[in-house]
T-cell receptor
Framework: GQQVMQIPQYQHVQEGEDFTTYCNSS?????IQWYKQRPGGHPVFLIQ?????EVKKQKRLTFQFGEAKKNSSLHITATQTTDVGTYFC???????????FGTGTRLTIIP | NAGVTQTPKFQVLKTGQSMTLQCAQD?????MSWYRQDPGMGLRLIHY?????ITDQGEVPNGYNVSRSTTEDFPLRLLSAAPSQTSVYFC????WGQGDTEAFFGQGTRLTVV
């Protein structure tokens, strides 16, 4: 199956600083999805990328899928306290009944 | 719509006991899945279903059984609980379609086996 490595495992930033998490695979990925999990909460879908070199933006969040479809990144500009949580990348099957998750990056914000 | 509902939210079991984690969705999704989440390991797939009457194993199926008699419900059964099954369990539902497709997760069940 498709496996993904995610780095860093933890990131502590001052409020207002930028944050980036990376997802890497040794094989070509059919798609990459990003989920956010607040402390004590459940994963919530953020975005799905399927095309080589694809870039999508959601307000302060920018998602990229590499040209070779082997890596992806999530960048948050000017972090806010509401960004706290763990961000996971995942590779989904056609119907998303099988998701392979990265190990996640836990983001904490220093006010 | 309630989305994906899991019960119970918390459970403590003794080693060797059995129990069923309930999961129900009201979005008429074809696909349902169970994951466990352990510290530092992300979420791992236990079992999944692509429709009523159809189930299959995921990455970590040992010690767990599932069945899917209706589209709405997908219970997870622990046959004989072990401390290694202490974890947070998430149920998810999803569908195939054009454009972005996503998995919807329940609130989770935090299980402790002593």
């Amino acid at each position: 199956g498709q496996q993904v490595m995610q780095i860093p495992q933890y990131q502590h930033v001052q409020e207002g600083e930028d944050f980036t998490t990376y997802c890497n695979s040794s094989t070509t990925l059919s798609n990459i999805q990003w989920y956010k999990q607040r402390p004590g909460g459940h994963p919530v879908f953020l975005i799905q990328l399927v095309k080589s070199g694809e870039v999508k933006k959601q307000k302060r969040l920018t998602f990229q899928f590499g040209e070779a479809k082997k890596n992806s990144s999530l960048h948050i500009t000017a972090t806010q306290t509401t960004d706290v949580g763990t961000y996971f990348c995942a590779v989904g099957s056609l119907g998303n009944e099988k998701l392979t998750f990265g190990t996640g990056t836990r983001l904490t914000i220093i006010p | 719509n309630a989305g994906v509902t899991q019960t119970p939210k918390f459970q403590v079991l003794k080693t060797g006991q059995s129990m069923t984690l309930q999961c129900a969705q009201d979005m008429n999704h074809e696909y349902m899945s169970w994951y466990r989440q352990d510290p530092g390991m992300g979420l791992r797939l236990i079992h999944y279903s692509v429709g009523a009457g159809i189930t299959d194993q995921g990455e970590v199926p040992n010690g767990y059984n599932v069945s899917r008699s209706t589209t709405e419900d997908f219970p997870l059964r622990l046959l004989s609980a072990a401390p290694s099954q202490t974890s947070v369990y998430f149920c998810a539902s999803s569908y195939w379609g054009q454009g972005d497709t996503e998995a919807f997760f329940g609130q989770g069940t935090r299980l402790t086996v002593v």
